[in-house]
T-cell receptor, first 116, second 111 residues
C-alpha cells in the first residue's frame, strides 16, 4: 500500500482567490490522480498526473481552472483557480500501484474546501 | 464508457446482522473490482478487491463475490459492528485504466 498525505486538510477561501493543494506519497509512484467529491456525492476524476508528462484532464475540467504540477515521483499539487462557491468540495489525491495484471488505487485523506 | 450502478443507497442494520451491497457494471472487459470504505471526514480506504480470475474473496468479516456472466459484484459484511458504519463505494476498471465508481451506499449499524 501507500501512505498519502495532503495539505491543507481543510480551508475556507474567498470567492475569486486560488488555493494550491499538496499531495505527498511515501514511495515513488508513476500514476497519480486528483478527484473531486461534492457533498454527499461519489468521486469524480479531475485529471491524471503522471510524472514527466502533461496532466490529462477529464471532460468538464480544464487546465486553466485546475492546473496541476508533478515535479517528481512522490509529489503533486492541484490548484483550484478563481474559486466560486460551486468549487466547495473535498479534493482527493490518489495513487495507483502495480498489482499483477493491473493496478490498485489508494487515496489520501482529502482537502475540504469551502468557498464563501 | 463504463457505468457502475450501486444499490441500495442507504442500508440500516442491527449490530450482528449481515449487510449486502450490490453493484452492476456495463463493460464486460472490466476485470478489477475494488470496494472502498469512507468514514466521515476521511478519504476512501480500500477494504477488499477482486480480479476477474476469481469468483469470491474473503477477509475476516468481509467478502466480495463476482458474477462475470451477469456483470455484478457484491460486498458482504457479516457480524456487523457500529464501527462498520460508513459510506461504501464500489468501483470497476480494466487493465491500467482509471476506476469508475458507484454512487455509494451509506451503511448505518445500530447497537
Amino acid at each position: 500500500s501507500a501512505v498519502i498525505s495532503q495539505k491543507p486538510s481543510r480551508d475556507i477561501c474567498q470567492r475569486g482567490t486560488s488555493l494550491t493543494i499538496q499531495c505527498q506519497v511515501d514511495s515513488q509512484v508513476t500514476m497519480m490522480f486528483w478527484y473531486r467529491q461534492q457533498p454527499g456525492q461519489s468521486l469524480t476524476l479531475i485529471a491524471t498526473a503522471n510524472q514527466g508528462s502533461e496532466a490529462t484532464y477529464e471532460s468538464g475540467f480544464v487546465i486553466d481552472k485546475f492546473p496541476i504540477s508533478r515535479p517528481n515521483l512522490t509529489f503533486s499539487t492541484l490548484t483550484v483557480s478563481n474559486m466560486s462557491p460551486e468549487d466547495s468540495s473535498i479534493y482527493l489525491c490518489s495513487v495507483a500501484l502495480s498489482a499483477g495484471s493491473g493496478v490498485t488505487q489508494y487515496f489520501g485523506p482529502g482537502t475540504r474546501l469551502t468557498v464563501l | 464508457g463504463e457505468n457502475v450502478e450501486q444499490h441500495p443507497s442507504t442500508l440500516s442494520v442491527q449490530e450482528g446482522d449481515s449487510a449486502v451491497i450490490k453493484c452492476t457494471y456495463s463493460d464486460s472487459a472490466s476485470n478489477y473490482f475494488p470496494w472502498y470504505k469512507q468514514e466521515l471526514g476521511k478519504g476512501p480506504q480500500l477494504i477488499i478487491d477482486i480480479r476477474s480470475n476469481v469468483g469470491e474473496k474473503k477477509d475476516q468479516r468481509i467478502a466480495v463475490t463476482l458474477n462475470k456472466t451477469a456483470k455484478h459484484f457484491s460486498l458482504h459484511i457479516t457480524e456487523t459492528q457500529p464501527e462498520d458504519s460508513a459510506v461504501y463505494f464500489c468501483a470497476a476498471s480494466k487493465g491500467y485504466s482509471t476506476l469508475t465508481f458507484g454512487k455509494g451506499t451509506m451503511l448505518l449499524v445500530s447497537p
